[in-house]
């Protein structure tokens, strides 16, 4: 571990109890874990708070630190497959690195070291409506959670979890197997405790020694105004349980936001369209026209064109964490009638001769009745 002393590092006073020294870690861990603090030192003040942690939480290597300090911590290690001293780590030496090749592969890592919990996903269906506006929800699903009879030991309540009688908490055991390269020490996972370096002797009734059960868990949910569909929203700390005091993972909401019979939506502004006829858009005119917000008059000025756009200011989508609220663009369609009374048609004749335009009227019923000759 570095030489900075742990009990500054934890926050702890040097006659600080188990419980204390294990409350801060965990206080600490879950404020500098890399997965939760993206600042580019809280990897290297994580592994600090695990150095020390591991360093008070074992009653022989608090003891050393107390008694000589840091260089009480290396007392005794020799070099790996080196002629290491006495009650230090032996590893294989110049075999130890064929290891990596032949049935090791990756560095070892402390098997009671904190990790954060799986993160899960959520579907949440929304209305068009709803992802405008957001709302309140509580949902419901499914999670890993520590087990409150035991705390999250697996060991039955009094009694505790020990460490394992065989790879003596290193999760780990070293094999001799035969290679083409000749008899090879590699490490494998300790059978009896799993790799967790701890041995539950008597394990809790409810969870059985995992240390966790699955439970349903209920959360209520604030849908941010202005979602659109799949967006996802990150609530932390609220997927599975962690190992080791680790915090919990993570839960991501994914929206699913239905579409609109009336309205289209980018980002923040709303799209509509609306019908008029000729005479309005000719003299002009004051419609009513409906948005999310309720129903608006929009005034259509004379000699208004088909496809013609009109914005609405305000009133269409907010904009996601901002106070911001987008607009609603209208689209006008001119709609030609298709039938007319007779006094329509002799107006419309007099309103084209009035503008020089003379028009041969061709019936529908003329085409209708060519259609039906050429089918007889």
Not at 73 to 92: C, P, V, W
Not at 202 to 220: A, Q
């Amino acid at each position: 571990m570095a030489d900075r002393d742990p009990y500054e590092t934890l926050g702890v006073d040097k006659n600080a109890s188990e419980d204390e020294i294990k409350k801060a870690f965990r206080t600490l861990s879950k404020k500098y874990h890399p997965d939760i603090n993206k600042a580019p030192d809280a990897e290297e003040k994580f592994k600090e708070i695990n150095d020390a942690y591991e360093t008070l939480k074992d009653p022989q290597k608090r003891a050393a630190y107390d008694q000589y300090g840091s260089a009480g911590m290396n007392q005794g290690q020799g070099f790996g497959g080196f002629g290491g001293g006495a009650g230090g780590e032996q590893f294989g030496g110049f075999e130890d690195i064929f290891s990596q090749f032949f049935g090791g592969g990756t560095a070892r890592q402390s098997p009671n070291a904190p990790r954060q919990g799986s993160d899960l996903q959520y579907r949440m269906d929304l209305t068009f409506e709803e992802g405008v506006f957001g709302k309140k929800s509580d949902i419901s699903y499914d999670r890993e959670e520590l087990c409150k009879t035991c705390d999250g030991s697996g060991a039955k309540p009094g009694t505790h979890p020990e460490t394992c009688s065989k790879c003596h908490g290193s999760g780990y055991v070293e094999v001799d197997r035969q290679t083409p390269l000749g008899r090879m020490r590699t490490r494998v996972v300790c059978d009896v405790c799993g790799g967790t370096g701890k041995e539950i002797k008597e394990k809790c009734n409810i969870c059985h020694g995992k240390g966790k059960v699955n439970e349903k868990h209920t959360l209520k949910v604030t849908v941010p105004a202005g979602v659109e569909d799949g967006q996802q929203m990150r609530l932390d700390g609220q997927g599975e349980a962690g190992e080791n005091g680790g915090p919990y993972g993570d839960l991501y909401i994914v929206f699913h936001v239905a579409a609109s019979k009336e309205f289209q939506r980018d980002g923040s502004t709303i799209y509509s369209s609306v019908n008029i006829s000729f005479p309005q858009a000719a003299l002009g005119d004051e419609i009513q026209v409906n948005t999310v917000h309720g129903a608006v008059k929009l005034t259509v000025p004379s000699g208004t064109q088909t496809g013609t756009s009109f914005r609405l200011r305000g009133k269409g989508a907010p904009v996601l964490n901002s106070k911001n609220i987008g607009d609603q663009k209208v689209t006008v369609n001119i709609v030609t009638p298709r039938k007319m009374s007779g006094e329509q048609r002799e107006a419309l004749k007099k309103f084209a001769e009035a503008g020089g335009n003379k028009v041969k009227e061709k019936d529908s019923n003329f085409f209708n009745k060519i259609k039906d000759a050429f089918n007889g």
